[in-house]
């Protein structure tokens, strides 16, 4: 289990976010919407450290780290339980598509190059890009560069994978190759926190939606309570306007 506890951050002193708490069980996939400036993509980047947050509890399994106070040490052991699979890439532009995917294994986790090469090999499969493994980042599309983005996070077997935004920076007709490798994510039972934009996605693959705003959590529960019952006017809000006539949300 995942624990999440008064997640505080402010840049400039403009509070992002305001205690924000999550709960995630083993297997979850959970998805966090809101509206741009809502605080989503703060609170994932604290989760695993590429923003310091200023207060706030992190606690997976019996572990707990203080997010404001962890130590180099234990930075690097929630870095090994986590993936992050960033909206822009992040890919190394000088490596392979292979050995971006190798990278992690080699310099992280210390995996023989040989049986690191075999991973990234067997996770290319995976993602149907095998014909690709010796390309660049400049060679591929953006849904090709996401995939290796899912290929790399997948290979390093991590306790949680964070997906900020993942199809955002795509073009339409590419997004629907990204979200079909997410969905065997899924059906791996590996646990998620995916930040997205994309509503019939999060409805179909989540069994909990986060609904964030100004910095905190207004509303959460199972993607029928969320976009069937919403309760608070601010949710009910945010979701019309992705209703149409059969009464489903999309973008």
């Known amino acids: 289990m995942i624990e999440i506890k008064d997640v505080q951050k402010s840049f400039n002193g403009q509070s992002v976010l305001k205690k924000v708490s999550l709960q995630v069980e083993d297997g979850d996939v ?103 493994r010796d390309a660049y980042p400049a060679q591929l599309s953006g849904g090709q560069q996401q995939r290796v983005g899912i290929a790399r996070a997948v290979v390093l077997e991590p306790e949680v994978i964070l997906f900020d935004e993942p199809t955002s920076a795509m073009d339409p007709e590419l997004v629907g190759e990204t979200l079909e490798v997410i969905r065997k994510v899924a059906h791996r039972g590996i646990t998620m926190i995916i930040v997205t934009h994309e509503m019939s996605f999060a409805r179909e693959i989540a069994n909990k939606v986060v609904f964030m705003d100004g910095g905190v959590v207004v509303e959460e529960g199972t993607p029928e309570e969320i976009f069937g019952h919403p309760k608070e006017e601010r949710t009910k809000k945010f979701l019309s306007r992705f209703i149409n006539a059969e009464s489903m949300y999309y973008i």
Request: aromatic share 6%; glycine share 6%.
């Open 30 to 132: 959970v998805a966090v919407l809101g509206p741009s400036g809502s605080g989503k993509t703060t609170f994932l980047r604290c989760i695993n450290f590429l923003e310091h947050a200023d207060a706030g509890e992190l606690s997976i399994g019996p572990k707990t780290v203080d997010l404001n106070r962890a130590s180099k040490r234990e930075i690097l052991a929630v870095r090994r339980k986590t993936a992050f699979v960033f909206q822009n890439y992040n890919l190394f532009n000088n490596k392979t598509v292979l050995e971006n995917i190798m990278e992690g294994l080699v310099t992280a986790r210390k995996v023989p190059v040989k049986a690191a090469r075999e991973k990234a090999e067997e996770s290319l499969v995976w993602v149907g890009l095998k014909e690709k």
